[in-house]
């Protein structure tokens, strides 16, 4: 693959724990939706304990800024792809 033809240029990957009480498991399959609108590659699966987060994006920022409403964000990578 020629780097041209990367579409969204940061893998972004992370865990969310310590989730807010107001989270539910509908609230995980809505980010995952949200996040499919941000990018490619999208991996968002857990339960209220722990969610992993993985998305390729060009806004690697409103990925985290999304993921925030549900809890803390640990163990945080962002790699340019390109």
Not at 49 to 56: N, R
Not at 57 to 82: F, H, Q, S, W
Request: with cysteine; aromatic share 6%; charged share 30%.
């Amino acid at each position: 693959m020629d780097i041209a033809d990367i579409q969204f240029a940061y893998c972004t990957e992370f865990f969310i724990i310590n989730m807010k009480k107001s989270t539910t498991l509908s609230d995980i399959d809505r980010l995952k939706e949200r996040l499919m609108r941000l990018g490619d590659s999208v991996i968002c699966i857990g339960d209220l304990e722990l969610v992993k987060v993985h998305v390729h994006t060009n806004n690697p920022d409103k990925a985290l800024g999304e993921a925030l409403k549900y809890g803390e964000l640990v163990n945080i990578k962002i790699e340019n792809m390109r």
